[in-house]
């Protein structure tokens, strides 16, 4: 029989408040019957509540529960990342759901658990645990997608995430059965343990089999290729707030699990997983720019150029996984803060933008924006800016250290082809802002004024941005520091 | 000194930035305001190019004006400004430049005034601080944030076909930055430091030696970056759509300090840092640079768009300087500095010239002109005055380079210096027989006799134009002996670098050792 210390639940602080204010946020639903965007500023209260808990649990990080959950400087600065997403798409969606008429207090409970998932994700250092996180941010999240009942592409979303990601899920529960019959254990640092001891499982190929379904399930949730093709379908379809919490809450955690199976649990394993890495960023970068480059939706571009992103990402792990040290882990620490920054941004901004019901999402109904809403374009200019990658904004730099731990790897190679594809963006990012400003046309995307709360989250997201690109030591020292416990 | 004369790089960077930034917060209906605020702060901006160019001491090899504060800790990253005798020129160019195109855009710019007065100086500053700049890592950083100015420029401003030269000129840039960066944190990798004098002296030391193959490859990352930008043959083709596209003053600007930017580069990255590699490839570059400088002038001469022949011969011009500094030699790289500058001032009138052709007939064609010597005499005049500095008559600023040009590649391999010669001949024919058909002969077209001729704003600036071509023409000493100490020492490096590689490095090194003599140069330059 377990018994649970104090100082256990203390270290599930973060996890336990979010918790309760999800299901605080259901049972108050019933009874608010008209002012449901009460229940949003709630789940924002909640968030900000578990940012001090969180705050409270890094003045004394260890493990707990019996090393099956870790709240280390790691997992801090996850949570971190998926405080910051749900926050910010919170903002972003409390006068949305109110203009599409779909203000149901669910939502942000549902938000709260994908977040909640997520954290668990980042923090278990026990692969059940790990699935039990990657089950509860994923059902909420096929719940989000498939949101506006009544919309056809929001419930092809849905079903076409639920699918494709419940297949991805049982690969990932496969690897772990592997792992578990390879070593005995579903423990990562037992396993790390039982492996670098010399224990005969470690040179066995079903171990190889291990990871590689392992990683089949992560690259789904981190739409890597080449499981990435539902990204498009999925973030044009699902109302865009939620494609904003899609494209990074979940995305980052599944980075989170890559660099802990990968760099600690099956450290081992390098050797091929490196390639499959390899191959894997080279592949998802340029079908993920690809796709961006002629896609006449913002969404859809969007989701396409989040690919991309992950691709960049995975090339900071190869960096990592080839030199085994921090420098690659942090510098994906540090874009997965960047990224989070300009991405969920740029996609509550899209849903402002694309008035009520969504009707405009295409490059060409942004015509003429920067002259009738000069503010509104100028923010989105320097989110897609950053995304693009130039200097002074946090997407340079996020590139930038990525790149040079890969050239610090003599990944040569691939920072080639990374750099290659991180041009070719430029391209589609800057056919919005041509869009924007140098087409004679009339504006179809709304030109109402950017609600407050939009405007708040926004404002977030651009001064953040700008900080990183401008002074990036603070944070990347947050993630230096985080990188360090692993493996 | 105080506080202004430790911090002058700085405040000559951000001043514009500034300027901008007041812009920024002005109506947008108040043009006339706009205007002359714009034409201030960069008219200041130039007063502060000419005080540092006159406070520059000529007895220095090294930087001036230095500032180095550290402002990213990890990588170290410096905020390190400084300028010597290659960088000092350009800025004054820069200076004398910006408020030119301001001044050319007075009647031309019409809509949106603001945000354009706000990109123009926006960009002074990235092209301030990609000449001031000492770390690897800032200069990289002004190098690509000067870029989306230009791309507002050429794609709000500019003609019809402006998105598609707009993008283009983006990308082609980004492709050839893109490799620099990996070459940059390379050797970031191998040196631990983004600060360039750190990098030479751990070269020099031998503290840091490149395998020769590794010095190959970044010295082409490098030069391929720098190439595009020049731009060289065969990786021209963006620039004759950016320049015709764009609006007259992103032309001038292209033109006059964009392009320049390249062949700084070569100079002040490319040489000191891979010299065995320069030396090695130097052929192959000179090669192209002449094939540039026939191609260019070849294409120049068939072209119907004015524009699009001063956009050609940029091709050629930029051929010569590219041979100059390829020649590796001391003669050769003065006068591929000095006619750095030339085609900033010469090309860059010419790009207004045409711009004020085009303002009165809203055309481009050469067709569409003829006989305008009679209806635009003072036009025609100036016209006249900076064609022939284009060629490089003597007496103007063009001959000076151009000889200083020849000479050197003379001296590297004579047949580079007859050859380059040719394309000087080309020159003339080209750009005489545009100024034949467009100011000469009969009024053909109606329309060309009710233009009116310059007004007092176009007067002053072509004055000022025509001043400087000739005191650069006639008395280039202030300017040649700003950079002699730094181009003396650029090339001695080279040789004592390369002295200690392969025997027939050697014996090159020796060569330009012996012709870089003060008194040969000073001789030359007469």
Known sequence: ?487 | MGWLGEHSLTVLTFLPLAGALIIAFLSPDSAKRIRWIALVVSLIEFLLAIMIFSGFSLHEPGMQFVEDYPWITSPPIGYHMGVDGLSVLLVLLTGFLTPLSILASWSGITKRVKEFHLFVLALETGMIGVFVSLDLFLFFLFWEAMLIPMYFLIGVWGHERRLHAAVKFILYTMAGSALMLVAILYLYNATGTFNLQAILEQLSSGQLALAPKVENWLFWAFFVAFAIKVPLFPLHTWLPDAHTEAPTAGSVILAGVLLKMGTYGMLRFCLPLFPHASVTYGPIVSVLAIIGILYGALVAMVQPDLKRLVAYSSVAHLGFVVLGIFALNVNGVEGAIYQMCNHGVSTGALFILVGMLYDRRHTRLIKDFGGLSTTVPVLGTFFMIVTLSSLGLPMMNGFVGEFLIILGAFRSHAAYGALAAVGVIFAAVYLLWMYQRVFLGEVTDDKNRAIPDCNWREKAMMIAVVLVILWMGIYPQPFLRRMDQTVNQMVEHIALATTSATPAATQQAARHATLKAPAETSEARR
Not at chain 1, 146 to 159: M, P, Q, V, W, Y
Not at chain 1, 247 to 269: C, N, Q
């Open chain 1, 1 to 487: 029989m377990m018994t649970v210390k104090a100082a256990d639940i203390f270290r599930l602080l973060p996890e336990i408040i979010l918790s309760a204010f999800a299901v605080l946020v259901m049972v108050l639903d019933p009874f608010v019957k008209t002012r449901k965007s009460g229940l949003g500023w709630l789940a924002l209260a909640g968030v900000i509540a578990t940012g001090v808990g969180t705050f409270w649990t890094s003045q004394a990080p260890g493990e707990s529960f019996r090393r099956s959950l870790a709240a280390d400087p790691f997992s801090l600065y996850f949570i971190l990342i998926f405080l910051l997403v749900a926050a910010l798409t919170i903002l972003g969606s409390v006068r949305y759901l109110e203009r599409d008429n779909i203000n149901h207090g669910e939502f942000y409970a549902l938000v709260l658990m994908a977040t909640v998932g997520a954290c668990f994700m980042a923090a278990s250092m026990d692969l059940i645990l790990l699935f039990i996180g990657l089950e509860i941010s994923s059902i909420s999240t096929y719940i989000l997608a498939g949101f506006k009942r009544t919309d056809a592409l929001s419930n092809e979303a849905s079903l076409k995430y639920f699918l494709l990601g419940s297949f991805a899920t049982a690969f990932f529960l496969y690897g772990i059965a592997f792992v578990y019959g390879l070593t005995g254990t579903t423990n990562l640092l037992t396993i790390n343990e039982r492996l670098g001891r010399g224990d005969p499982a470690a040179a066995s190929h079903f171990l190889w089999v291990a990871a590689i379904l392992l990683f089949v399930g992560i690259a789904f949730k981190a739409s890597t290729a080449p499981f990435q093709i539902w990204t498009p379908d999925v973030y044009q379809g699902a109302p865009a707030p939620v494609s904003a919490l899609l494209s990074v809450g979940p995305k980052a955690a599944a980075f989170a699990i890559l660099l802990r199976v990968f760099l600690g649990g099956l450290a081992t394993t390098s050797a091929v997983t490196f390639w499959v890495l390899w191959l894997s960023a080279i592949l998802t970068m340029c079908l993920g720019n690809l796709g961006a480059l002629f896609q006449p939706n913002v969404k859809r571009l969007l989701g396409y150029s989040s690919i991309a992103h992950a691709g960049y990402v995975l090339v900071g792990i190869a960096a990592a996984l080839r030199t085994g040290g921090a420098e690659g882990s942090a510098s994906v620490l540090f874009y997965l803060i960047a990224y989070a920054l300009m991405n969920v941004g740029a996609f509550v901004l899209v849903a402002h933008l694309a008035g009520t019901g969504e009707r405009a999402t295409s490059i060409d109904d942004y015509t003429g924006l920067g002259y009738l809403r000069p503010g509104t374009a100028a923010v989105l200019s320097v989110l897609l800016l950053s995304l693009a990658g130039l200097p002074t904004t946090a997407g340079f730099f996020a590139k930038f250290y990525v790149f040079r731990a890969a050239v610090h790897a003599h990944l040569i190679g691939l920072t080639i082809v990374a750099v290659l594809n991180s041009v070719v963006s430029w391209y589609y990012y800057l056919r919005i802002v041509v869009a924007m400003y140098m087409r004679e046309g009339k504006t179809e995307a709304s030109t109402y004024a950017v609600p407050w709360p939009l405007g708040t989250a926004l404002f977030v997201s651009v001064v953040g941005i700008l900080f990183l690109g401008l002074y990036p030591n603070l944070f990347l020292k947050l993630a230096s520091l985080a990188a360090r416990p692993l493996p």
